[in-house]
């Protein structure tokens, strides 16, 4: 394992710590009685207090010390003295301990009282502190300069994914969104139950991946030697269990599907989907936009949210347009009546890419998707589609070719879909088998059948409604965050890139010292004249980095610059 020069120290640290006695690392439980933000709200000069978190920043003068102590909660300025740690002769804890072998990032645990400074902060004197945790990695430090902008701040989105839990530390502001998250959940949770539904838990690896088109993720089972899908969706399970008598069921699950990566889709991700029998797609209209009401309240204390810059509002009642009349409207052409051939066709002339495998229900939503669906900003009900698109879902009552499904659009992008579902075991399986067709063209997203389901429908399923709300989309639109992977803790990433090993002369890690303390880029003639090198060494050492693939020397605007690959 390659060390940097920092980390060497810090674990040179590790070893005097160890010499002296001090265990780095200790087992017992530490009982803390307050945190930044209690001490905060509830101040009083001379309070004795008890906290632990980590050292963010400190300055040393002489015998006294401000520092920094952040943790769960936010915040606190805290004062190290000398002589009010250290009471008799020994100094050996501030001098030696706190001075110069604690680090930024380190984990401590710290007893004293309150006071005001003379400019008004609150802050804890330390009488007495305890090593938690040693870090052996130092932090991301960000600096300012004196007009106020930041370098080095730790914002590289591929390594705030990756390293989540350097991003939460670096960046506690970050925080806020998976809060708000776990406040949406806890707030749909809310109203389901306050309406006397039943949250219920259905498998994730099945032998049918139902209840959506795409493609899933293929298993194996060992012991049963059979192909297992992870789900797709949990939506003919969740009717399985209004056929067995429950009136609403709801369930948060983790789907997975084997699809593209982009700023809204994550192969793995949240969705909720609830069941309620004797109701219609009306009702969960109604049901709908008063839950997204509720949750916006619960989450942001208000039914307006930003996004971008739109400013969302998401108080009910939501205009209702169908898809036939959005197509019309957008593109000027009326899709009733019209042939699989038609719409190809139609599709075709005005830009849509579209295939020979796409059936009729395809190649609708691919109108709708590239030439209607970005124009609705303000949460919108998109109603009656097509029964192509819609295998699961009735049929309209009333429109010929229709059926009794509604997508919920928000700024350009699909949140909710919910049917008035589908129980006619006839024709649930006449529809399951127009899917397969369109497998056997090439459409690797079609359904399968699932015999079990039609076995449970022949049962009976009483008319029923049915809600899926995508939630990582959803919170996106409540805490203002455009891609996907800000409101997922641990989003999937490409394998990370493992550094070749390499022989570094003292050179050669000299000029990469360099170029980190400059960002990781630097002008050829700066980088020069900070190395001192001779141009034989100079030649030697640039040469073995390039070649290693650590370094590149670019060209631009007659400026020669080196970065770090």
């Known amino acids: 394992m390659q060390l940097s020069e920092q980390e060497v120290i810090r674990r040179e640290k590790l070893s005097k710590l160890n010499a002296l006695g001090i265990d780095a690392f200790p087992a017992a439980e530490y009982k803390f009685t307050d945190t930044s933000k209690s001490i905060k709200e509830n101040f009083a000069e001379g ?77 804890v004197k330390v009488s007495n502190f305890t090593l938690l945790t040693k870090t052996l990695r130092p932090l991301p430090q960000p600096r300012t300069d004196e007009e106020g902008n930041v370098f080095d701040a730790f914002n590289d989105p591929e390594l705030r994914y990756r390293q989540r839990y350097v991003d939460l530390i670096v960046n506690p502001q970050v925080k806020e969104v998976f809060i708000k998250r776990t406040k949406l959940f806890n707030a749909m949770r809310t109203y389901f139950n306050n309406a006397g539904y039943f949250e219920v838990e259905t498998p994730i690896l099945q032998a049918i991946p139902g209840g959506a088109a795409a493609k899933p993720f293929i298993s194996h089972h060992n012991a049963l030697d059979i192909p297992l899908y992870l789900r797709i969706a949990n939506e003919l399970y969740l009717k399985r269990l209004i056929v067995g008598g429950f009136d609403g069921v709801y369930e948060f699950s983790k789907n ?83 042939s699989e051939e038609e719409i190809f066709t139609f599709a075709k002339s005005i830009g849509v890419e579209v295939d020979e495998s796409m059936g009729k229900g395809k190649l609708i939503d691919e109108i709708f998707g590239e030439k209607c669906e970005g124009k ?27 059926t009794e499904r509604f997508e ?56 029923t409604s049915g809600l899926g709300i995508g939630m990582d989309r959803l919170i996106m639109f409540l805490t203002n965050n455009e891609s996907i992977q800000e409101v997922l803790f641990f989003p999937q990433m490409r394998p990370e890139k493992v550094l070749p090993k390499v022989e570094l002369s003292e050179d050669d890690e000299l000029l990469l010292k360099l170029l980190n303390q400059n960002n990781g880029e630097m002008s050829l003639n700066d980088l020069k004249e900070q190395s001192k090198f001779s141009g034989k060494k100079w030649d030697k050492s640039s040469k073995n980095l390039s070649k290693n693939n650590l370094i590149k020397i670019e060209k631009t605007d007659d400026v020669v610059s080196v970065k770090i690959v």
């Open 376 to 402: 609705f900003i303000q949460p919108t009900f998109i109603t009656d589609y097509p029964i192509e698109m819609s295998p699961l879902t009735k049929k309209h009552r009333s429109k010929e070719g229709l």
């Open 47 to 123: 309070k004795k207090v008890k906290l632990a978190g980590r050292l963010m920043s400190r300055r040393i003068q002489g015998k006294a010390s401000f520092a920094e102590l952040q943790d769960s909660e936010g915040k606190i300025q805290v004062y190290f003295n000398r002589d009010e740690i250290c009471k008799g002769e020994d100094k050996t804890l501030y001098n030696e301990v706190y001075k110069h072998l604690l680090d930024i990032g380190d984990i401590i645990g710290i007893e004293g009282e309150l006071f005001t400074t003379q400019v008004g902060e609150m802050t």
């Open 256 to 338: 997975f599907r084997n699809e593209g990566m982009d700023r809204t889709h994550n192969p793995e991700f949240t969705a909720m989907e609830i069941y309620v029998a004797y109701k219609d797609y009306n009702w969960m209209m109604d049901f709908t936009e008063k839950l997204l009401e509720f949750s916006a309240i619960q989450v942001n204390g208000t039914t307006d949210s930003t996004f971008g810059e739109h400013t969302i509002n998401w108080k009910a009642p939501y205009p209702r347009v169908s898809m036939t009349e959005a197509i019309q409207k957008f593109t000027g052409f009326d899709i009733t009546g019209k």
């Open 408 to 463: 919920l659009m928000v700024c350009g992008k699909e949140i909710a879909n919910a049917y008035s579902e589908l129980n006619d075991p006839i024709d649930q399986r006449e529809r399951f088998e127009s899917q397969m067709q369109l497998s056997e063209r090439g459409d690797d997203e079609a359904m399968f059948i699932d015999n079990d389901f039609l076995r449970a429908l022949e049962y009976g399923m009483p008319p």
